[in-house]
């Protein structure tokens, strides 16, 4: 009976989603380790990290981890130049029970990708975890030995998909270093119990619901994977193994001629130390290489000596490098800028320069998130209070808003998503932007019939000049401008500058 149920609520929610207007959303796909539109224009995409959605362990009952996702969210990321976002989803809540689907969960999915199409911002799903879930955590009453201390919960699988054997849930150092992690993901690896292939059954349910809206570009499979007990079985089989049982799934379940851009990361320790011998696991041409380039922020070097010695630009070249063996580009899945060394305008140019894409780590960050619970744990009292330092700032100083109250952008951070950008443009083209002037100079060579379209700041009617442009059309949008042209055969250029 309550598998008919099941099947019967997902043959409701199910049905074909409409047909919605695709023509601020043209269907996105991998061609010359480009993403390029159906319109033949390489794409930009430029986002954030939205976790609203996900389901997070909670240390303190009275806040909780994550702040309410709104429609208000996306005309916010919209009015920095913001047009993709990495919405964070959660396997436990997904599939909470083996083979049975959350339904009521599948429509707040489907409610924030509607906020974001009115918004004009594509959306990636992405299947986040981190530490492997909630079910994890050091108990509170246990004793952890030296030099371990307790891990608090993550977020990720489901209590039913947690195999550990007993393990200890202690940790050394860092919440991926921990006996009962470990064990967790090797059980995953290897199947134990089918739970692999859960995993990839649930995807093949998101692609079938998703399949027809424009909105969302693509599937990022799974985020920062730990390697368990035995790295090199993991990365030369059980890693690749999983991605393309994934990859055949969601393609089954897709529309024909409409596949999406299928995502896929290295393992956690990539943010560290950059770097994983690729393999290969599948001949789809439609896949995205996403490490998460942190180098200068929480990598190795500045965990150790609080100072870059693995240059910025290292993290650029080997994601370039690998995702070239996968024949595709790559995707920067999460980042945060920074005043230090002007890392955040160094990264800025770098973006510019190997023209990828990202989404910055994270738009707004609850009062409870385990990040900030993290080394206070066991304890179910502590309350932050300080600023989250997220895109969207957040205030947890306030008692009688224990959950937080909006303190207005990070400027570090706005300064470098809301910096003029092409959304779309003809290939070949190199190109520069100004963070502080919000100045950009793009300039290439066009076939001829290819829209550019770029995204410029400011309220003000935008400042600009150009050669091979044909005729150009600005249109006023939430927080700034967006400048239309079918650059003519041959060379093209364009000098823009936001304005007040």
């Not at 976790?51 to 009952?61: D, K, S």
């Not at 030995?145 to 195999?163: L, Q, R, S």
């Not at 470098?416 to 100045?439: G, W």
Request: charged share 25%.
């Amino acid at each position: 009976m309550r598998r008919f149920l099941l099947l019967a609520l997902t043959a409701l929610y199910l049905w074909p989603i409409g047909s919605y207007a695709s023509a601020d959303f043209p269907h996105l796909r991998i061609k010359d380790r480009r993403i390029v539109d159906e319109n033949g224009s390489t794409v930009i995409l430029r986002g954030v990290v939205v976790n609203q959605l996900g389901e997070y362990f909670q240390a303190n009952p009275d806040i909780k981890p994550t702040v309410e996702l709104i429609e208000k969210d996306f005309q916010d990321m919209a009015a920095i130049g913001v047009n993709a976002v990495r919405l964070v989803i959660t396997w436990s809540t997904i599939e909470p029970e083996p083979d049975v689907y959350n339904i009521e969960y599948l429509e707040r999915i489907k409610q924030a990708v509607e906020w974001a199409r009115n918004n004009s911002i594509y959306v990636i799903l992405d299947m986040h975890q981190d530490a492997w879930g909630m079910y994890i955590a050091t108990p509170a009453d246990m004793k952890c030995a030296w030099p371990t201390t307790h891990n608090v919960g993550w977020d990720g699988a489901p209590e039913w998909a947690t195999i550990t054997d007993g393990k200890n849930p202690c940790m050394i150092i860092h919440r991926e270093f921990s006996p009962a992690v470990y064990r967790a993901w090797t059980s995953f690896w290897t199947n134990r119990n089918g739970v692999r292939d859960h995993l990839v059954n649930t995807w093949a349910f998101l692609a079938e619901a998703f399949k027809d809206d424009p909105a969302v570009a693509g599937y990022d499979l799974l985020n920062e994977p730990n390697w368990g007990e035995n790295i090199l079985a993991t990365v030369l089989k059980h890693k690749p193994d999983f991605y393309a049982d994934c990859v055949k799934a969601i393609r089954q379940a897709e529309t024909a001629g409409h596949n999406k851009l299928i995502f896929f990361e290295p393992l956690a320790i990539w943010s560290a130390m950059p770097g994983e011998m690729p393999v290969k696991f599948t001949g789809d041409p439609d896949i995205v290489y996403a490490p998460h380039i942190y180098l200068g922020a929480i990598s190795i070097d500045m965990f150790l000596f609080g100072r870059e010695l693995i240059p910025l630009e290292t993290g650029f070249k080997i994601a370039k490098r690998e995702a070239a063996f996968h024949n595709t580009t790559f995707f920067n899945g999460e980042y945060g800028p920074s005043s230090r060394d002007r890392h955040g305008w160094r990264y800025a140019a770098l973006e510019d320069k190997y023209q990828n894409h990202s989404s910055l780590w994270l738009w707004k960050n609850g009062c409870g998130d385990p990040h900030h619970m993290q080394g206070k744990w066991p304890r179910t009292d502590y309350t932050p209070d300080r600023v989250m330092n997220s895109v969207m700032k957040i205030r947890c100083d306030d008692l009688q808003n224990p959950e937080g109250v909006e303190a207005g952008y990070k400027e570090i951070s706005k300064l470098i998503l809301s910096r003029p950008y092409p959304r779309a443009f003809p290939s070949p083209a190199v190109f520069k932007s100004d963070p502080d002037t919000r100045s950009f100079v793009i300039k290439g060579e066009s076939p001829g019939g290819v829209p550019l379209v770029v995204w410029i700041p400011g309220d003000g009617e935008p400042a600009y000049q150009g050669d091979g442009l044909g005729e150009v059309r600005l249109e006023k949008v939430h927080g700034g401008w967006l400048l239309h042209a079918i650059p003519e055969r041959g060379p093209w250029s364009l000098e823009a500058k936001g304005r007040d």
